[in-house]
């Protein structure tokens, strides 16, 4: 299927999405900080960089958007109908670089907790999950832990 939108426009748009204070996260960050949670955001001294750190948790959070983290089975995580080669060797160094930093946190002893964008699109309800996880991740947890689908109209 051909795009839409000129390559020009499109890549004016791709460079637009942000990839730190996203919705989500920030909708996360303001759910923890009501509920008593203190952080850091954006550690560098971290692999990975985490979106959230909580030390006194020794817990780290990352907020992925399903679309370039690639959440399996998620309807998000669809690929582009144009230049597929590109797109896919840029999502498999997406998810492998994602895959190492969690690997070298688990070994630095910090927990890690992967927050999905569509938590936030479909299960927004359910963030009271979200404090229990905190208290409870053993090394490595997702939420939500299955891929929802998307609303009827």
Request: net charge positive; with cysteine.
């Amino acid at each position: 299927m051909p795009d839409v939108v000129d390559p020009s426009t499109r890549s004016r748009m791709m460079r637009a999405i942000k990839d730190r204070n996203t919705h989500p996260e920030i909708a996360l960050r303001k759910y923890l900080h009501a509920h008593g949670f203190r952080f850091r955001l954006h550690r560098k001294n971290l692999p990975g960089s985490p979106d959230l750190v909580l030390p006194r948790h020794h817990l780290v959070i990352f907020v992925h958007g399903c679309f370039w983290h690639r959440h399996v089975g998620c309807f998000y995580a669809a690929t582009p109908g144009s230049r597929v080669s590109f797109w896919q060797n840029k999502f498999e160094a997406n998810v492998r670089r994602d895959r190492i930093a969690c690997e070298k946190l688990k070994q630095l002893g910090w927990r890690v907790l992967l927050v999905w964008e569509c938590g936030f699109k479909h299960c927004s309800e359910r963030l009271s999950d979200i404090p229990v996880l905190i208290h409870a991740v053993n090394q490595y947890q997702e939420w939500p832990p299955w891929p929802p689908r998307p609303r009827s109209a």
